[in-house]
């Protein structure tokens, strides 16, 4: 059989799990350098998605093999298929929406669940196509949250990570994110010490703040492009960190000498023009504060792509406290991600499956 474009796989992935609207995009991006899939005067998305069906009927297409099953009718039930759902919380912190991917294995079992954060500009949708962690969870049977930020609360929709009042516990953005976690604790069965939060950007930066605000709740963190948990007080001090890099100040969220040591997976682009690279360091040194820890490096390259090094501290017993992906080359942008969402570079190493693999290697240890 031909190769197919990656996009096609892709478009046919996100079919399979109910995301029509990511789908959509991917096929946009694709038919707009000319492929032969759009034909002279037809409708190339329709023809694509016609395509995309005889292949979910008859064809295997690389690692996925089409359900055996008949789709249950629309009234069913039972957990027989992925749901993407729209969400709200609100508490003294204001509103959030949120979206939420439910896995078509999720059957009431005990299960992870991913808190993942946008960057400025970027929604929840935005985010779940260009990261594709909906079919990394999909695989592994996981939950996945998207909060997402108002323009009312920020004019750009970044997370605002930079203001002292929205780095601490219990109040603000932290309080929001961490209430709509245990709105859907309360709601589906997720393993309490299977809790995770990534972010990308604004979203990496703040998810390195909930990591210190509540080590008790999230047992790993990733921050991708992002900077360490107090690096500013306000919007001038934010952008000095942004461009020159900071090592982190404490705050209120690291008050108390018996705070729990949290796991952290940190990816960025060594060629990052909006967040400076050195912002990553910052990140690893403030999780590994107080600790003795053994760095490891190695070396890879991607076919095609970039190069990469990674850095793994591990403790005297050979635990894994962090990794360190830096990626020779890249920008701002989501490592290994898809061209249906923003901020993307598929050249990269696959942050989401590197990601995911570190969050499900790292439990929530007493």
């Known amino acids: ?73 629309p009234d069913h039930d039972s957990a027989a298929s992925a749901r993407f759902l729209n969400r709200s919380f609100s508490n003294h912190g204001g509103s959030r929406p949120y979206k939420l991917y439910v896995p078509s294995g999720y059957c009431g079992q005990s299960v992870p669940l991913i808190v993942m954060l946008h960057g400025c500009s970027q929604s929840p949708d935005d985010f779940a196509a260009g990261t594709r962690m909906n079919m990394a969870a999909e695989d592994q049977t996981c939950l996945v949250a998207y909060p997402g930020q108002t323009s009312s609360a920020n004019g750009q929709k970044c997370w605002n990570w930079f203001k002292s009042t929205e780095q601490r516990r219990d109040a603000g953005e932290p309080a929001l994110i961490a209430g709509m976690t245990r709105q859907i604790m309360q709601e589906y069965a997720v393993d309490p010490r299977r809790i995770y939060v990534a972010g990308l950007s604004a979203g990496g930066a703040a998810a390195a703040v909930l990591g210190q605000a509540y080590p008790d709740l999230f047992a790993a963190i990733g921050v991708h492009s992002g900077l360490a948990c107090g690096a500013a007080r306000d919007m ?46 910052a990140v690893i040194a403030q999780a590994a504060a107080g600790l003795t820890l053994t760095t ?19 403790t005297m017993g050979g635990q894994t406290m962090s990794e360190q992906w830096i990626v020779h080359g890249a920008g701002h942008a989501w490592s290994g991600g898809s061209p249906a969402g923003s901020f993307t570079d598929p050249k990269g190493p696959d942050a989401t499956r590197e990601i995911l693999r570190f969050f499900l290697e790292h439990p929530w240890a007493d």
């Open 296 to 314: 490891h490096i190695r070396r890879g390259q991607v076919p095609g792509g970039y190069a990469y090094s990674l850095h793994v501290q591990t």
């Open 236 to 281: 001038q001090s934010g952008f000095i960190a942004m461009q020159q890099g900071s090592s982190g100040m404490m705050t209120e969220a690291q008050a108390g000498s018996q705070r729990r040591p949290v796991p952290m997976i940190v990816f960025h682009g060594d060629r990052d023009n909006t967040v400076n690279p050195r912002n990553g360091d």
């Open 1 to 73: 059989m031909k190769k197919l474009p990656s996009e096609m796989l892709d478009a046919a992935h996100l079919v399979k799990t109910g995301q029509l609207t990511e789908a959509t995009a991917v096929l946009r991006r694709l038919l707009g350098r000319q492929t032969p899939l759009a034909s002279a005067g037809s409708d190339g998305v329709h023809d694509a998605f016609a395509r995309i069906g005889d292949l979910l009927n008859g064809a295997r297409l690389p690692d996925w093999q089409p359900p055996t099953a008949s789709p249950p009718p």
